[in-house]
């Protein structure tokens, strides 16, 4: 058997008004995550209390790693993912170009700047910022790091936490926080009249941390996997527990990257003796943090049609069968446009298993079982190992 995990970033939500108390799960036409639903169904606690609810932390605990032993920063996984040399004395900070008007952060992501344009300006900060033992590298869109030879760690709050409110209580707060705060100043002043992407008028520096240490996926549970995914920190995590990578053309992190692609890339890998595939879609997520609720119920069914569907159409290529788990790594909901921390929904579907039933993919429908997993690092076995 074959093993596959869909995960929706951010899918889960709350009841919203205009959709007459539903969630965008529960209005949006999902026939395909319904017939998965037709299994085994439940909530799973991703994030650990005391934990940040960022895709990081709930996404190591999907794939099966304890954030409690492994987790060190979002942005260390981050340098892993672009091939970033790091000492263990070393910072790495994730750095987002964003838009700041009159002291609000207006957009966390400026715009949604190309990745072509983000590497300019990167080019442009490497250039001008003169802070010792400071450097840039480029990722993808408005993703960028920033790492501090022999740096500090600081407190800090991420961009998307902060949409349409005043930075300045939000600002680093720890031991670094001068120098933090002095990069950012000064990159302001370099930013501000930019020609190549006028809505990336300043930096925001988050998410840091040391460079971490995981055992090799395949250790820890003997099977061979792949991680698919346009995000840099999910490119990172694969990178550090030895899942291989596809290079998929066109994926964006966006609702137009290539659907069709990633999922080609899964079923390729398993028709090359892999034995684990684990495809992660942004999008969800961005439309959560940008507040648009039809964007997010249209990233919502491209995911059902395009990934989940798909898989379920290519099911049969799979000698031995195939099990499919779908699930959100945390909650982005749109009323607040930042994720939490509440348990989220799973099914999991083997395919050619005969069903009586067409589920519902949705957080009510998942609770109603009964079925919680308290620990999310141990939802994986049952992926892998259970039945």
Known sequence: MKYLILLGDGMADWPIKQLDGKTPLEYADT??????????????????????????????????YDPKKYYTGRAPLEAASKGVPMNDSDVAYR??????????????????????????LIELLNEKLNFEGIEFFGGVSYRNLMIWRNGLTDD???????????????????????????????AKKIL?????????????????????????????????GCMISAVDLMVG?????????????????????????????????????????????????????MGELDTKIKAIELFDKKIVGEALRMADEIEGGLRIAVLPDHPTPIEIKTHT????????????????????????????????IENGYSLIKDVLFKG
């Open 341 to 372: 921390s509440e348990p989220v929904p799973f099914a999991m579907f083997d395919t050619g298993q005969v069903i009586d039933k067409i589920g519902q993919y949705t957080e009510n429908y998942c609770k109603q079982s009964g079925v919680f």
């Open 31 to 64: 026939p395909n995550m319904d017939r998965i639903a037709g299994g085994v169904v439940g909530m799973v606690k991703t994030v650990p209390d005391g934990y940040p609810p960022g895709s990081d932390v709930a996404n190591l605990s999907v794939l099966g």
């Open 156 to 186: 800090t709050t991420p961009p998307h936490d902060i949409s349409d409110k005043q930075i300045d209580e939000h600002l680093p707060k720890g031991d670094a926080k001068d120098t933090l705060n002095a990069i950012m100043n000064e």
């Open 95 to 120: 750095c987002n170009f964003v838009n700041i008007e009159n002291g609000i952060m207006k957009d966390f992501a400026a715009g949604h700047i190309s990745t072509d344009k983000a590497h300019k």
């Open 192 to 224: 501000q009249n930019n020609d190549i992407h006028k809505e990336a008028n300043a930096i925001w520096l988050w998410g840091e941390g040391k460079k971490p240490s995981m055992p090799l996926f395949y250790d820890m549970f003997q099977k061979n």
């Open 237 to 289: 995590i694969g990178r550090l527990t030895g899942l291989e990578i596809p290079n998929v053309e066109g994926m964006t992190g966006f609702i137009d990257t290539n659907y069709e692609g990633k999922i080609n890339a899964a079923f390729d890998f398993f028709k090359h003796g892999g034995d684990f595939a684990y495809v992660h879609v942004e999008a969800t997520d961005e439309a959560g943090h």
